[in-house]
């Protein structure tokens, strides 16, 4: 069989862990140090594109959306989400993780078609949290692909964003009516509450990390009430 090999590693912000990427023939994989497992794996990833595509399709028919994406991690969301939107859509992506930018722009970036190449699409190199903090009906939909979702893993800080101040925040920042989408590993009653008691009226639904098997994720998709 093909040995993994290490390609680059990261300090995490604000955490004593490290992300990883490796490579074994065609496929890519992002760890974190001291967790079993993938974070990602470029063969499993048709969740993400239903986080993007479940947002996506709710405004693609406003004139000019604009779009926010927590996270950048291998690129498929930020991929799926241009491929549903018009052409004079605008995605503004916020990764933490300088490296992670560097690795899309290049080993990684054939994984998803180069999405960072389009011309609507843009990188801050900067956390989530400050951006929403920062800005006031500006985004259409807020994809929020952080982390392993409400059970925060890689960076115990990013449990604000599924909190109830940081879903204000993420109401704030989005326009009358915007959605917020969230990706999460598992279900989680208590954030759907969260989301209710937030001002947002939310589904969650369940998507696969391959179309029709693998591990079974969850896509909740909020409207601003």
Same mark, same amino acid.
């Given at each position: !069989?093909?040995?993994?090999?290490?390609?680059?590693?990261?300090?995490?912000?604000?955490?004593?862990?490290?992300?990883?990427?490796?490579?074994?023939?065609?496929?890519?994989?992002? $760890?974190?140090?001291?967790?079993?497992?993938?974070?990602?794996?470029?063969? !499993?990833?048709?969740?993400?594109?239903?986080?993007?595509?479940?947002?996506? *399709?709710?405004? +693609?028919?406003?004139?000019?959306?604009?779009?926010?994406?927590?996270?950048?991690? !291998?690129?498929?969301?930020?991929?799926?989400?241009?491929?549903?939107?018009?052409? $004079?859509? +605008? %995605?503004? %992506?916020?990764?933490? %993780? &300088?490296?992670?930018?560097? =690795? *899309?722009?290049?080993?990684?970036?054939?994984? /998803?078609?180069? &999405? #960072?190449?389009?011309?609507?699409? @843009?990188?801050?190199?900067?956390?989530?949290?400050?951006?929403?903090?920062?800005?006031?009906?500006?985004?259409?939909?807020?994809?929020?692909?952080?982390? @392993?979702?409400?059970?925060?893993?890689? #960076?115990? /800080? *990013?449990? =604000? #964003?599924?909190?109830?101040?940081?879903?204000?925040?993420?109401?704030?920042?989005? $326009?009358?009516?915007?959605?917020?989408?969230? =990706?999460? %590993? /598992?279900?989680?009653?208590?954030?759907?509450?969260?989301?209710?008691?937030?001002?947002?009226?939310?589904?969650?639904?369940?998507?696969? /990390?391959?179309?029709?098997?693998?591990?079974?994720?969850?896509?909740?998709?909020? $409207?601003?009430?």
């Amino acid at each position: !069989m093909t040995p993994w090999v290490r390609l680059g590693s990261s300090g995490i912000p604000h955490s004593k862990d490290e992300l990883q990427l490796w490579q074994r023939g065609e496929e890519f994989s992002i $760890r974190v140090t001291g967790h079993d497992g993938d974070l990602m794996n470029s063969r !499993m990833h048709y969740s993400e594109d239903r986080l993007a595509q479940l947002a996506c *399709n709710e405004i +693609a028919d406003r004139p000019l959306p604009k779009v926010l994406i927590g996270g950048l991690g !291998m690129g498929f969301t930020l991929r799926a989400a241009l491929d549903a939107l018009p052409t $004079r859509a +605008a %995605v503004t %992506v916020a990764e933490l %993780v &300088p490296a992670v930018v560097e =690795w *899309n722009t290049g080993v990684l970036g054939a994984c /998803a078609g180069h &999405p #960072l190449r389009d011309p609507r699409a @843009n990188v801050i190199v900067d956390d989530i949290a400050k951006v929403l903090r920062s800005h006031k009906a500006e985004f259409d939909a807020i994809l929020l692909d952080v982390d @392993n979702g409400p059970d925060a893993l890689t #960076l115990r /800080a *990013n449990s =604000w #964003l599924y909190s109830l101040e940081g879903l204000a925040a993420a109401k704030v920042s989005l $326009r009358p009516h915007g959605v917020l989408a969230v =990706w999460s %590993v /598992a279900p989680d009653a208590s954030f759907t509450a969260r989301l209710e008691r937030s001002g947002f009226d939310s589904r969650a639904v369940t998507v696969r /990390a391959r179309p029709g098997k693998g591990a079974r994720h969850v896509v909740w998709v909020a $409207r601003r009430r």
